[in-house]
């Protein structure tokens, strides 16, 4: 293995080739572009949706010849529609991903029109003929994209969400995209069971960091909810629209919270969607049962009504950037009896993170102390470093390992534990690094 940084090809035409096009030594924008038995293919091809906005390296979309999503949400998907501006290529993903990422990337466009006055690279038109062209596959299905075979392996990360495994050159990469491997009240945990691998691009978020014990994390988060609310105060979780705001709501559920639950903003489109996709959830008797009991706000009166009634919101966004959790936060956490709890990973310069370390928001365009109580919960949708190890513990072979998906000091920590333990070509990738095997 070695690095081209200059991406001088004299040499290199008949090896693989990876090249980095985003989330090196950062979360979001996750993007990647394999050369492999002369296709040039597409791994996510996601947005950094935090200010300023950033978006992956360029790639010539004439020249790709697949472009192959992990899961839906914006990190991964958001910038896919930018080659369909007057090109005709393939997207292959699960059928959940497949609705999720349209409802999320029409979503984002709106926004961004109506709101943000900032204008993207494609429009509706793009979006559509990105969804006119994408083929649907199945959990643990294989295809082909010429003489590059490619299966699916479910990541555990959310509805829909895979990994990646692509075989070519007589070689065998693996792609976890966002990956866990424990189980979760929506998802069951990924399988990891890969097998010989060449090359690894595994997501390090958490790369030096464990997580708590789910169970205890449950429990408090449940007494938390419990707390606030029967003393008369309103509980606002602002949890990602996909898969965080469902597994929030099953958590209570399962531990039959009696207050009430509401749901809010585009969370509410989602549930309509994982119930067309039952397949690809851990528990879907759980998942409907949430459903039945679940409050639905759908206009401006009932929202008002719920921020002065004991009982939880969920509410989109998870790292507060914009969504309806805008709304709610500086009517409920200015008030004492109220609470916020952050449930999602908070990435640098988001209001979620300003939240996290200085316990502060924006109200009225000024960072304010909020008055009413706050807590932060490990809900991650990520594996930590012991089940990221446990995964490279069952790996074949002699790989060389990427780490990408996390901030700088995650992933380079990780790598040298890599190096260290395993003895493997191990790289914390910069932007526009292309890896050559």
């Known amino acids: 293995m070695f690095i081209d940084r200059e991406m001088t090809k004299n040499l290199t035409d008949n090896l693989m080739k990876l090249t980095t096009l985003g989330a090196s030594r950062e979360v979001g924008r996750s993007a990647f572009l394999l050369e492999i038995e002369n296709k040039k293919l597409i791994l996510d091809y996601g947005v950094q949706i935090r200010e300023p906005m950033t978006w992956p390296l360029h790639v010539n979309p004439k020249e790709v010849d697949g472009i192959i999503l992990s899961h839906a949400h914006l990190d991964h998907s958001g910038g896919v529609p930018s080659f369909y501006v007057s090109n005709e290529i393939k997207t292959y993903c699960t059928k959940p991903t497949a609705q999720i990422s349209n409802l999320l990337i029409d979503d984002f466009i709106n926004l961004s029109n109506d709101v943000r006055k900032q204008y993207l690279p494609y429009q509706h038109q793009e979006l559509e003929r990105m969804q006119e062209n994408v083929v649907e596959i199945g959990m643990n299905s294989e295809f082909n994209i010429g003489n590059v075979k490619v299966s699916f392996m479910n990541a555990g990360h959310m509805p829909g969400s895979v990994s990646i495994v692509i075989e070519g050159e007589g070689k065998r990469v693996v ?138 919101i969920i509410v989109p966004a998870g790292m507060m950037v914009g969504g309806l959790s805008s709304y709610y936060k500086g009517n409920i956490a200015m008030n004492e009896k109220n609470a916020i709890s952050l449930v999602s990973y908070q990435a640098e310069g988001t209001p979620g993170r300003t939240l996290l370390e200085k316990k502060m928001i924006r109200v009225d365009g000024k960072l304010k102390k909020i008055k009413g109580k706050f807590e932060h919960f490990n809900f991650s949708s990520h594996s930590g470093s012991k089940q990221l190890f446990e995964m490279i513990d069952g790996i074949k072979g002699n790989p060389t390992i990427v780490a990408v998906h996390a901030e700088e000091e995650q992933a380079t920590s990780f790598v040298e534990k890599v190096k260290k333990d395993y003895d493997y070509d191990a790289i914390a990738p910069e932007l526009g690094d292309k890896i050559i095997i």
């Not at 429990?219 to 909810?225: K, L, Q, R, T």
């Not at 903003?265 to 969607?273: C, D, Q, S, Y």
């Open 175 to 312: 792609y976890t995209g966002d990956i866990n491997s424990s189980d979760q009240n929506l998802v069951k945990g990924a399988d990891t069971k890969y097998g010989e691998v060449d090359l690894l691009i595994t997501e390090a978020t958490y790369g030096v960091n464990d997580h708590p014990d789910r169970e205890e994390v449950e429990e408090e988060f449940v007494s938390f909810a419990k707390d606030i609310t029967e003393r008369g105060g309103t509980l606002l979780v602002p949890a990602f629209a996909v898969g965080r705001s469902q597994e929030i709501a099953c958590v209570l559920e399962s531990h039959n919270f009696s207050l009430p639950v509401a749901m809010d903003g585009m969370a509410l489109k989602t549930n309509k969607i994982l119930l067309e996709n039952l397949e690809f959830l851990g528990d879907s008797s759980l998942f409907k049962s949430m459903i039945n009991g679940l409050t639905e706000a759908k206009n401006w009166k009932q929202r008002k009504e719920l921020m002065n009634t004991p009982g939880v």
